[in-house]
């Protein structure tokens, strides 16, 4: 399993929009967790929105809700993170993360080891 791209970063004024992809490859489907994490100057790395195919469901962190959607496009192999409404507060280095293994997207979002990381990509979001 590892991710082949990832995109989408950049400099934003608060409540503008961005959108980070990440495309994975050898993986099987049927155990696939992946999702966003991301880490802010001074703060600990937090996992904020996250799929199972597993589990078949999705999981998104309270301070994101109604703000940020992650999808997942299976022929593209592909994982969106759609943010809207962007703040200051959201700035920070955003990973994509994945992993062949069977459990709910909240559990996979807290996990402090995840096997394979994409390469982060800074979003800043400017007051």
């Known amino acids: 399993l590892m991710f082949s791209s990832g995109v989408g970063g950049g400099l934003v004024q608060a409540g503008g929009s961005l959108t980070l992809s990440c495309a994975v490859s050898?993986?099987?489907?049927?155990?696939?967790?992946i999702g966003w994490f991301r880490q802010a100057p001074g703060k600990e790395r937090e996992g904020i929105s996250c799929?199972?195919?597993?589990?078949?469901?999705?999981y998104i962190e309270d301070s994101v809700t109604g703000r940020f959607t992650i999808s997942y496009d299976n022929a593209k192999n592909t994982v969106y993170l759609q943010m809207n409404s962007l703040k200051p507060e959201d700035t920070a280095v955003y990973y994509c993360?994945?992993?062949?293994?069977?459990?709910?997207?909240?559990?996979?979002?807290?996990?402090?080891?995840?096997?394979?990381w994409g390469k982060g990509t800074q979003v800043t979001v400017s007051s």
């Open positions: 799929f199972s195919s597993s589990e078949g469901n999705t």
């Open positions: 993360a994945a992993e062949g293994v069977i459990i709910r997207a909240a559990a996979f979002c807290r996990r402090s080891f995840v096997e394979v």
């Open positions: 050898g993986f099987t489907f049927d155990d696939l967790a």
